[in-house]
Each structure stands twice: as structure tokens, then as C-alpha cells.
């Protein structure tokens, strides 16, 4: 066998990157050749293409995944609420505030989260297929899935340690389903939705609880 041929079998061994991997790196090789060295909210919004909404919902749920100093859960979580609520109001194009939208994320922190996401959104997208029920991900059910992408942000939101995972997982698989189109996936984000939300509820209850009993 040829040197061109062990090479053309090492290729197609290797796994398809997914659309919604390549386009993170694609916007991470952005924010590094930018004067600056970071992007906006905007700019990042602006960068996802016509398939905004499903994009933004993964940008903005990253974040609070990685483990980068700051309040970046309060952050993300609050800005993908307000992005939630234009998904229910049937909104094409997201529109952020602008203090909201002007706030800049630096190429290292861009960086930093595709290195750390990377591995799990290459697990979900293994289990994506392009055009799947895709009626399931039309516009009209994307305005639906707006209640629980507003639920799963309020959660990512709270300061909870460790409660971010689930949530997170959940929009990560919902946003990549809509991207792939693959309604499949999407009543399987759904079905994580309710068992992320579950494990917060247990999480905040117990916090309460906790807290209760240490001032009582």
C-alpha cells in the first residue's frame, strides 16, 4: 500500500467534524486576528450566519462550562434569557442591549472554552443526523423551545457549583439539533431539558435547606 494510501484510510477513519464545531473555531481564529484580541456579543451574534438563533443559544451556553474566573454563568445565563425571549416572540435576528451587546469576550476565553467543549459537542454531534424529523426543528417549534431555553438559562444563571453541566448539556444538544436540523435530537434535548431541571430544583432545595438549618 502507498504512502497516499495509508493516508487516505487515516482520513476517513477519523471522525466528521460537526458545522457547529468548525464554525467555534472558525469564530475562536476571529477573535485572535482581531485588533484587539476579543470580539463583541455583537459581533459574535453577527457571526453565526442565518442560522443565528440556534448558534447564539451555543456561543452564549459555553461559557459557564469552562472553568474561567468571574461570573461568567450570571452573565451568559442572564444574555441567553433575554435571547429566549425573542425566540418565543418569534424574532428572525437576535438583538442584544446595547451594554449588553457592546460587552467584548477576549480570543483567550474563546479559546479556552472550545479546547474544554470541544470534546463533548464532538460527542453529541456523533449522534446527529443532517435532516432528521426536521419538521420537528421549524420555526414554530423553535418559538416553543424558547420556554425551556428561558428555563435552562435561568438555571445556568444561578450560583450554584457544579449546577451548570446539565443545563448546559441540554442547550448544547438542543442548539446543535437545530443547527443539524435533527428533530430526533431535539425531543432528546427536550427529554435532558427535564432532567437538568429536575437535578437544579434538588440543587436549590437543598441549598435552602442547608441554609435554614445553618441559622436556625
Known sequence: ???????????????????????????????AAAPDGSLSLNEVVGAMGRTSIAFTILILSLPPLCPI?????????TVLALVSLQIMAGARHIWLPGFLGRRRISAGVLDVTFRYTAPIMGRVERFLKRDRMK??????????????????????????????????????????????????????????????????????????????????
Do not use: C, H, K, W
Request: net charge neutral; hydrophobic share 55%; aromatic share 6%.
Open 69 to 77: 474566573p468571574g461570573p461568567f454563568g450570571v452573565v451568559f445565563g
Open 1 to 31: 500500500m502507498t504512502s497516499d494510501g495509508m493516508d487516505d484510510t487515516t482520513q476517513q477513519q477519523q471522525p466528521r467534524r460537526g458545522v457547529a464545531t468548525e464554525t467555534l473555531e472558525r469564530l475562536v481564529a476571529r477573535a
Open 135 to 216: 419538521r420537528l426543528t421549524g420555526l414554530g417549534v423553535q418559538r416553543m423551545l424558547g420556554l425551556p431555553v428561558f428555563l435552562l438559562a435561568v438555571a445556568v444563571a444561578l450560583p450554584i457549583p457544579f449546577g451548570n453541566f446539565l443545563p448546559v448539556l441540554a442547550l448544547m444538544v438542543i442548539s446543535t439539533a437545530l443547527i443539524q436540523r435533527d428533530g430526533l435530537a431535539v425531543i432528546g434535548g427536550l427529554a435532558l431539558t427535564l432532567v437538568a431541571l429536575g437535578a437544579t430544583a434538588a440543587l436549590v432545595y437543598g441549598a435552602a435547606e442547608a441554609t435554614l438549618y445553618l441559622f436556625s
